[in-house]
């Protein structure tokens, strides 16, 4: 049975849950939000110790500004009632992106990002602002600028997610099969799950069936 370390997720389909249920892409945000927390607390009870979330991502601002808007003050409100909580339960928030957001949002996550450095149970990787096409050739250039070799194990320490375990699967809701430039690197020998549900429509079964489906698999990493 394959043990899990790290489950990647790309939360999907929540402006058209928005739309079908409330006709506002932005209450499927909302409901997405709850979503989260579900999967977070399964996540913990499946022992697993990494949950990487692609939350926003560095072609996201082509979004409408009331969209983009909304969205930071979801995060904002979130961290502010929850942080708290995260803490106690001994989770630890990590942001993997370029911060580069209001202000505030960014004092808070930095804060929060401190608060809840040692903790152990489980570490969230929340990747806002993030493109993984960026993150290589900032690593590629520290690379260069370092005089570094470039080689696979360099190469993955100067990347956003160094110190992280690569992740053993992805799920990417919403019906779509694509990596929308999420994790490239990181993921070239992880399960790939593709789910049909919209985001606020996955539920614990569904992510209990993959975690099942998934330590099943044969993996051989290049070997037979
Ligand atoms: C993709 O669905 C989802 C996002 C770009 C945002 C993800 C945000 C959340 C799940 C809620 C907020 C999370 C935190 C941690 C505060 P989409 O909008 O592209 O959906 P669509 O494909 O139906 O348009």
């Given at each position: 049975m394959n043990p899990i370390n790290h489950v990647a997720i790309i939360m999907d389909g929540n402006g058209r849950w928005g739309l079908k249920h409330k006709n506002s892409r932005n209450a499927g945000h909302k409901a997405g939000l709850i979503t989260v927390e579900k999967i977070i607390n399964i996540t913990i009870k499946n022992n697993i110790k990494y949950l990487t979330l692609f939350a926003f991502s560095t072609e996201n601002w082509k979004r409408p500004k009331s969209e983009i808007n909304y969205l930071f003050n979801l995060l904002e409100n979130f961290l502010k009632s929850k942080i708290e909580d995260l803490n106690k339960r001994n989770i630890k928030l990590n942001i993997i992106g370029?911060?580069?957001?209001?202000k505030k949002l960014n004092k808070l996550l930095i804060k929060s990002e401190k608060k809840t450095?040692?903790?152990?149970?489980l570490q969230i990787n929340l990747a806002l602002n993030y493109g993984s096409k960026l993150e290589l050739i900032n690593a590629f250039k520290n690379l260069a600028k370092n005089k570094q070799k470039i080689s696979i194990n360099n190469l993955s320490k100067n990347l956003l997610t160094k110190n992280i375990p690569d992740p053993d699967f992805l799920i990417r809701t919403g019906n779509t099969k694509r990596l929308?430039?999420?994790?490239l690197w990181q993921l070239a020998y992880a399960e790939i799950f593709f789910e049909k549900k919209l985001w606020p429509d996955f539920n614990e079964r569904d992510y209990n069936k993959i975690i099942k489906n998934f330590r099943k698999i044969k993996r051989n990493f290049g070997n037979i």
């Open positions: 370029f911060k580069k957001f209001p450095f040692k903790n152990k149970t929308s430039n999420f994790l």
